[in-house]
């Protein structure tokens, strides 16, 4: 069903499936001793968890993500002395939905304004996927900022984008994406970035659903792909001298490997390591060992992987 007619039943058929997302109160991080905080930020409210101490390490989700997507992660950086900075960026989970400022620059504007605010002078840079496209650039602009760079399964040099995803860019059938957001076709895009699809709860379906739920993300998702670059490091990765550990799912079909190889080949300074059984969610598919090689890279520098992993140095 490839014809804009087609399209139009595809989005009916799915608007019918929308179902009631899960209550506040039982929304990540309900049940967990982290705490939501909201700042304003660049006129935006913004939510964020700040949890633990020591040297400050962000994490930078990706497109229609949330803090959720990196609830394996943040506990393991905290017990091991970090101070872990995570937020719903500007357009998702739930921090504000604007009509603009959905552009790179607005994107490194908000982060750099989100550590003045928490009085952060430098830290770790983690991001997955467009949040990885984001925090290179940062790396970019504010070298002296920026201890260290972790790019996970980033965006940057371009995006191979599903069937959904460019339905939502046309200019008049884009704005029907709404009819997207059932709780059906969230499963089916959660499974599709797994490379072991079964391993999605129905948890999981319910956390980014209630996200997606919300009045307002369609708008704000069509004006990232409206505004935002996902090839806006071209011929710019040599330019960051911040060391960098590149981190790739082999299964990754959004951003497939021979992308995060050949961004390594560009930085100056990186390794790459492979994750054999990991596709797109990396951080939420292999949990352990990806913590494992990030805790390493941020006490130790450029890691020396598992024996189950694939290192490559530049």
């Not at 069903?1 to 009916?12: A, F, I, Q």
């Not at 994490?59 to 506990?75: D, F």
């Not at 996970?152 to 959904?164: E, N, T, Y």
Request: aromatic letters at 10%.
């Amino acid at each position: 069903m490839t014809s804009r007619w087609g399209v139009l039943v595809l989005l009916g058929a799915l608007a019918s499936c929308r179902a009631a997302p899960i209550p506040e109160w039982q929304r990540f991080p309900a049940g967990t001793p982290l705490v939501p905080h909201y700042l304003i930020v660049e006129g935006s409210r913004i939510r964020f968890v700040d949890a633990g101490h020591g040297p400050a390490v962000v994490l930078i989700h990706g497109l229609a993500e949330s803090i959720y997507s990196w609830r394996y992660t943040i506990a393991p950086l905290a017990q091991a002395g970090f101070r872990v900075i995570v937020y719903d960026n500007r357009g998702f989970g739930f921090s504000d939905k604007p009509d603009r400022g959905y552009s790179n620059a607005d994107y490194i504007r908000l982060l750099y304004d989100l550590l003045d605010s928490l009085r952060i002078k430098d830290a770790v840079l983690v991001g997955h996927s467009m949040g990885g496209a984001i925090a290179a650039e940062a790396a970019l602009a504010k070298p002296e900022r920026v201890r260290g760079l972790v790019l996970v399964d980033a965006a940057g040099l371009g995006v191979r984008w599903p069937f959904m995803l460019r339905v939502a860019r046309w200019p008049i059938i884009g704005p029907l994406f709404d009819g997207l957001r059932g709780r059906r076709a969230t499963e089916g895009m959660l499974r599709a970035m797994y490379a072991d699809g079964s391993r999605v709860s129905q948890q999981d379906v319910d956390q980014y659903y209630a996200a997606l739920a919300l009045p307002g993300f369609g708008r704000s998702l069509r004006g990232v792909l409206r505004e935002f670059r996902f090839d806006n490091m071209r011929g710019r990765l040599g330019g960051i001298i911040t060391p960098t550990l590149v981190i790739w799912g082999v299964q990754d079909h959004l951003i497939p490997p021979p992308i995060g190889e050949a961004m390594a080949a560009q930085l100056p300074h990186a390794a790459l390591v492979r994750f054999p059984a990991a596709g797109h969610a990396l951080p939420e598919e292999s949990p352990a060992a990806f913590n494992r090689v990030l805790i390493g890279f941020l006490k130790s520098g450029l890691p020396t992987p598992p024996a189950n992993l694939v290192l490559v140095r530049y």
